[in-house]
């Protein structure tokens, strides 16, 4: 390893890629690190390289991001230890919103993620999750077959059973504020 490269700096690059489940930016790593430019440039070359290496089982994916991923002759060997990976946690966000109101407005959806809303409900779409419907400005989100067949799941029992762990948490509030008094 070059001698200029900070090891902490690389082992800590390495922890954060390794725990986002979102692409970071370059400007993202750079801040978390406290990088310039350059070093964060060496920085990810470094462990490019270390893990351009045949032995290992992962590599950085910089396709909208950088993060750390299984390489892709790996992938169905651990597929089944981390069921729905493919997804980020804001993917997974959207989509659960999707799932407990539909029909949903795409707009709407928006005001509370923002618009990074339109990528993941392209992803979605692509993905065959769900079904988008033009109407008027807006679109029309439902969910698909395909999405019951891949969490394993009917939507009318994933909504009940949301609703039910919903009312018991409330009860559990109500108890833990009459408890407090």
């Known amino acids: 390893m070059p001698s200029q490269l900070n090891p902490q700096k690389l082992a800590l690059l390495e922890a954060i890629l390794f725990t986002t489940t979102d692409p970071l930016t370059f400007e993202q790593l750079q801040k978390l690190t406290k990088s310039r430019k350059d070093e964060m440039e060496k920085l990810l070359t470094e462990l490019n390289q270390r893990y351009s290496n ?26 089944d230890l981390t069921p729905h990976a493919d997804m980020s946690r804001g993917l997974l ?14 707009s709407e959806i928006v005001k509370v993620i923002g618009n990074r809303t339109y990528d993941y409900v392209k992803e979605l779409s692509e993905k065959g999750l769900i079904n988008v419907e033009k109407k008027s400005r807006t679109r029309i989100l439902t969910t ?12 009318n029992e994933l909504k009940k059973n949301l609703d039910e762990v919903k009312e018991e ?11 407090a008094d």
Not at 54 to 79: F, R
Not at 93 to 106: C, K, T
Not at 144 to 155: G, R
């Open 169 to 179: 948490m409330k009860e559990e509030v109500n108890e833990n504020k009459e408890n």
């Open 93 to 106: 966000r959207v989509l659960s919103i999707i799932a407990y109101h539909e029909p949903i407005r795409q």
């Open 54 to 79: 045949e032995n290992s089982g992962i590599k950085i994916s910089d396709m909208g991001g950088y993060k750390l991923i299984v390489k892709n002759e790996y992938l169905q060997n651990v597929a």
């Open 144 to 155: 698909t077959d395909k999405f019951e067949e891949y969490f394993e799941t009917k939507k």
